[in-house]
């Protein structure tokens, strides 16, 4: 299994980016998808998911991100407007078993594939 991140870079506080992943090797279907992201110092978090077609977001982050997935393509998106500097952090992709549920409970300890992360810097 492979999931490959791509899209961060550097962006001005108030901007949009917008961060991808490619799985390979996995019943896409059958996983929640989702992104976590880790800031220097700091413990990774949860950002955002989605299974089973419905989307789940931090508090820090709902209004301001959205989640997609294309499964026909095996990606998940992450649109993020209104950046903060807050925001900088390395956003990994993740991959957990959910059998299509639509009441996935995100955690760390449930991931099942990371990729490899992409870093998102806000600053001006």
């Known amino acids: 299994v492979q999931l490959q991140a791509s899209g961060g870079g550097l962006v001005q506080p108030w901007g949009s980016l917008r961060v991808s992943c490619v799985g390979s090797?996995?019943?896409?279907?059958?996983?929640?998808m989702g992104w976590f992201r880790q800031a220097p110092g700091k413990e990774r978090e949860f950002v955002a998911g989605?299974?089973?077609?419905?989307?789940t977001y931090a508090d820090s982050v709902k209004d301001r991100f959205t989640i997609s997935r294309d499964n026909a393509k095996v990606t998940v998106d992450l649109q993020m407007n209104s950046l903060k500097p807050e925001d900088t952090a390395v956003y990994y992709c993740?991959?957990?078993?959910?059998?299509?549920?639509?009441?996935?409970?995100?955690?760390?300890?449930?991931?099942?594939?990371w990729g490899q992360g992409t870093q998102v810097t806000v600053s001006s």
């Open positions: 989605i299974s089973g077609g419905n989307p």
């Open positions: 090797g996995l019943t896409f279907n059958g996983y929640a």
């Open positions: 993740a991959a957990a078993v959910a059998f299509g549920s639509r009441r996935f409970s995100w955690s760390m300890n449930r991931i099942n594939y």
